[in-house]
């Protein structure tokens, strides 16, 4: 024992040695594969969710340093996006111990979001139950998935959409799809539509069509072919369809989409047109006007032999091209424009036009008439023009228009300035009304006559409406030589020429001095009492609104006072009439005296009087200004050897009140005031108390 024991002691060590490297060895090749795996693992007790280890394709994906996920749980990362998606981990861990494939949604450290398939195991690690979870991102093949479904989608939604009917086959032959448009179009029957015969569905389409041989093998050569094809169908029934095709791919199938169109519509009205084209051909080349056709598109159609002067070209090499193809970009603008106008309006649509002919490059004012053409079912066809030289006429129309436009003899004064504004001339009417001579103006602005009135923003309304519309119409208050100050009605036009060019500005005006004088005096009238001067019923209204209004808004408070003179019969009947309109227009005075600047005293009728009382601090503020209004409305007035001298009653109410009250509530508010006041003896004034 004592020989061999020491032996036996090292192969013992030895042996244990050898199993502690194998025992490394296999740990650091587990240790290596946890690292290293491409898909994310993450280590966590079982018992509170606390992370022990991560690999290095968690810490990628989600961002979170090592550090900062050992003895955290995924709670308190946040990590879940949607918290049932961890109970449908639980769930399966706590009844199997394992759960595999659950697709969750987790949030990274940067707030971004993956989608991840999670497979989670228990196990015992040192004695201590623990979950092992391993997360494979699909988010790529998540949204790859949902892209399909929504391009299938969008395939499903554009093909019943079009208003083309689509076919989708297969090479084999085999109906992959098509939409609703087809089942109308081609006349499909229910029954054939349900199950989907591929040979019942050509046997149909064979059926309808003129020279169904054709069609069936056009379609067996192109399904040997990538090429794309386009065709026309005719049917027995007269109806004609385009056809277009090509190869793609349907669903990982190599085969061919068919796309369908009815154009027997077109065919009729291309048909009707040919024949129009030759009667029209046959009537326009005798027309001594440029006469035209164009598509609505602007490509021409038609057009006459002097039209083919304008342009330097036959007929045949015009139709088929546009205005941009002969002249300068501008014209054809403009031409391009008169069309479309006389398309919108259905109707003809007349203008002027100075063109250049290349057939000898003379020029001409056309006088230019456009309608738009429609067929048999009112649909557009395009616009035919008729150019009709206006040259001569406009030019004596130009100077009989410049003449006529000095009217010496008018009674309203004319004043022509050119286009910077200088006076080119003027009438007679003018130096009446002004006092200038025409040697005086000729050549100045018209600002000669600017009386200061009106402010900078008046003129330049005034000249923004006369660009816009060519004309402006409005009062303007002007001054004289002399230096008065008087009022016109004036007109200003801004005259063009046939290009559009302005050529000069003509203002027309009279004086209504007189006039406004008299709405004055007229306005005075309608808004103010006769006897008194004060403001009437009509005024007082309009006042008490704005003070209403501005009560509100400035949140200050505002008094009503009705006043009601005590014993004026008795005036009226002792002195008579006279006596009492004296009384009434001396107190009225007095009266208003007794206010404020700004507040108002109005007249309500016969010895009625109505005072609204502005911005006051609080109601017992007003207790001066009523008492004022009392002693005004006692004091004693003179007439003649006589002593004339009443008392008033006054009712006053406030606003804003807690209930919302308007201007009539308020009056009938002070009016009941006002003869609480009487019954308590006159010469008083009471309060209305709001509810």
């Not at 199993?19 to 079982?46: C, G, H, K, W």
């Not at 056009?218 to 029934?237: G, I, M, N, P, W």
């Amino acid at each position: 024992m004592a020989v061999h024991s020491p032996t036996v002691g090292l192969g013992e060590a030895d042996a244990h040695r050898a199993s502690e490297q194998a025992l490394e060895e296999a740990n650091l090749r587990l240790q290596t594969i946890f690292d290293y795996n491409p898909d994310v693992m993450m280590i966590s007790r079982f018992a509170d969710g606390q992370i022990t280890d991560v690999n290095q394709a968690c810490v990628r994906m989600f961002g979170y340093a090592r550090e900062e996920l050992i003895g955290r749980t995924t709670l308190d990362l946040g990590i879940w996006v949607r918290l049932q998606d961890r109970q449908a981990m639980v769930e399966p861990l706590l009844t199997h111990g394992y759960c595999e494939n659950v697709e969750s949604e987790f949030r990274l450290k940067d707030g971004s979001t993956c989608v991840a398939s999670l497979t989670a195991v228990i196990v015992p690690l040192q004695g201590v139950s623990h979950i092992i979870s391993t997360l494979r991102d699909i988010t790529a093949r998540k949204q790859a998935e949902d892209r399909l479904q929504a391009s299938e989608a969008l395939l499903r939604t554009t093909m019943e959409s079009i208003d083309e009917g689509v076919l989708l086959v297969s090479q084999s032959g085999a109906v992959l799809g098509f939409n609703q448009r087809f089942v109308t179009l081609w006349r499909v029957p229910q029954e054939i539509v349900q199950v989907r015969q591929d040979g019942a569905l050509l046997a149909h389409v064979l059926d309808q069509l003129l020279e169904p041989e054709e069609f069936a093998a056009a379609v067996q050569s192109l399904y040997h072919s990538q090429d794309e094809a386009r065709d026309t169908l005719r049917f027995k029934d007269g109806r004609v369809f385009a056809r277009y095709t090509r190869a793609l791919l349907v669903r990982d199938q190599p085969g061919r989409i068919w796309c369908f169109k009815d154009i027997t519509q077109r065919e009729q009205t291309e048909a009707k047109l040919v024949e129009s084209r030759a009667l029209l051909k046959t009537l326009t080349h005798a027309i001594p006007d440029l006469v035209w056709l164009k598509d609505p598109n602007g490509v021409y159609l038609a057009c006459n032999q002097r039209f083919e002067q304008f342009f330097g070209a036959e007929e045949k090499d015009i139709v088929g091209k546009t205005d941009y193809d002969f002249v300068e970009p501008e014209l054809a603008d403009f031409f391009r424009k008169h069309d479309q106008l006389a398309m919108s309006l259905g109707k003809a649509s007349v203008n002027e036009e100075w063109v250049g002919f290349a057939s000898d490059g003379h020029r001409e004012l056309l006088e230019t008439t456009k309608t738009a053409i429609f067929d048999g079912e009112n649909r557009l066809i395009g616009v035919l023009g008729i150019g009709h030289d206006i040259t001569d006429r406009k030019r004596a129309e130009n100077e009989l228009r410049l003449s006529a436009s000095v009217f010496h003899h008018a009674r309203e004064a004319i004043m022509i300035t050119d286009p910077q504004g200088g006076i080119v001339d003027v009438n007679e009417a003018f130096t009446r009304i002004t006092g200038y001579g025409r040697a005086e103006v000729l050549g100045l602005n018209p600002r000669i006559l600017n009386s200061g009135h009106q402010r900078q923003e008046f003129f330049a309304r005034m000249w923004r409406d006369l660009n816009a519309q060519g004309y402006w119409y409005g009062e303007v208050w002007n001054r004289r030589k002399s230096g008065e100050v008087f009022a016109v009605m004036q007109t200003i036009s801004a005259v063009k020429d046939a290009h559009g060019h302005l050529q000069h500005y003509v203002a027309l005006f009279s004086d209504i001095t007189a006039i406004k004088e008299n709405e004055k005096k007229l306005e005075h009238i309608a808004h103010y009492d006769a006897l008194t001067s004060l403001p009437n019923r009509v005024l007082l209204a309009d006042r008490l609104q704005q003070a209403l209004a501005r009560s509100q808004r400035r949140e200050h408070l505002l008094a009503v006072a009705y006043l009601d003179l005590d014993g004026f019969k008795a005036i009226n009947d002792h002195y008579g009439h006279d006596a009492g309109d004296h009384l009434l227009a001396a107190l009225a005075a007095r009266m208003r005296l007794a206010l404020r600047e700004g507040d108002t005293l109005a007249r309500w009728g016969g010895d009625e009087f109505v005072a609204v009382l502005l911005d006051l601090v609080d109601a017992s503020s007003t207790q001066p200004l009523l008492l004022r209004l009392l002693a005004a409305a006692a004091h004693p007035v003179a007439f003649g050897p006589h002593t004339l001298q009443v008392s008033a009653s006054l009712g006053v109410t406030f606003f804003p009140q807690a209930r919302e009250a308007d201007s009539e509530q308020l009056l009938r508010q002070a009016d009941q005031a006002m003869y609480r006041a009487k019954v308590a003896g006159k010469n008083c004034y009471c309060v209305f108390a709001a509810a």
